[in-house]
């Protein structure tokens, strides 16, 4: 739950009515780490699928997966669990990459905030729902506190 594959959101123009063009990037970090994270997640699922008394109450493996494999099979077949965070680094001015400060204000902007999973560098390993929360909560804190 913490991929090292990295994708990237940019804008087409300067129209704000325009799409943004998100590229995932799934699969794509350099070392290969990912796909063999998903493989070895195969293997250790269907081990413990093999397994009495699990066995007797699964039964065999959907032809579907069955037939997931190698690294190809799985780029062919992969999911994501989408639950993207990190379009809006958080960091200071000078950062030319930062988007947001940490009380989550854009930067180069008057009033527009951003208050959720965006500003997140990584990927949380469980649902990115409390985080999130907990994100909005402070920086909502943080407006009210301003007045």
């Given at each position: 739950?913490?991929?090292?594959s990295?994708?990237?959101?940019?804008?087409?123009?300067?129209?704000?009515?325009?799409?943004?063009?998100i590229?995932?990037?799934?699969?794509?970090?350099?070392e290969?780490?990912?796909?063999?994270?998903?493989?070895?997640?195969?293997?250790?699922?269907?081990?413990?699928?093999?397994?009495?008394?699990?066995?007797?109450?699964?039964?065999?493996?959907?032809?579907?997966?069955?037939?997931?494999?190698?690294?190809?099979?799985?780029?062919?077949?992969?999911?994501?669990?989408?639950?993207?965070?990190g379009?809006?680094?958080?960091?200071?001015?000078?950062?030319?990459?930062?988007?947001?400060?940490?009380?989550?204000?854009?930067?180069?902007?008057?009033?527009?905030?951003?208050?959720?999973?965006?500003?997140?560098?990584?990927?949380?390993?469980?649902?990115?729902y409390?985080?999130?929360?907990?994100?909005?909560?402070?920086?909502?804190?943080?407006?009210?506190?301003?007045?």
């Open positions: 739950m913490t991929p090292l990295r994708g990237h959101v940019t804008l087409p123009d300067l129209n704000p009515a325009s799409a943004p063009i590229d995932t990037g799934y699969l794509t970090d350099p290969g780490a990912d796909l063999r994270v998903l493989l070895s997640g195969l293997d250790l699922a269907r081990s413990m699928a093999r397994q009495s008394p699990l066995a007797e109450w699964l039964g065999q493996e959907l032809p579907a997966t069955a037939e997931i494999e190698d690294a190809d099979s799985v780029r062919r077949n992969c999911l994501h669990y989408f639950h993207p965070v379009t809006c680094k958080l960091g200071t001015a000078s950062d030319p990459a930062a988007v947001v400060d940490a009380d989550g204000r854009v930067h180069g902007l008057d009033n527009v905030y951003v208050a959720d999973a965006a500003v997140m560098p990584i990927i949380p390993r469980a649902n990115t409390v985080p999130t929360l907990v994100v909005a909560e402070r920086i909502t804190a943080g407006l009210i506190a301003a007045g």
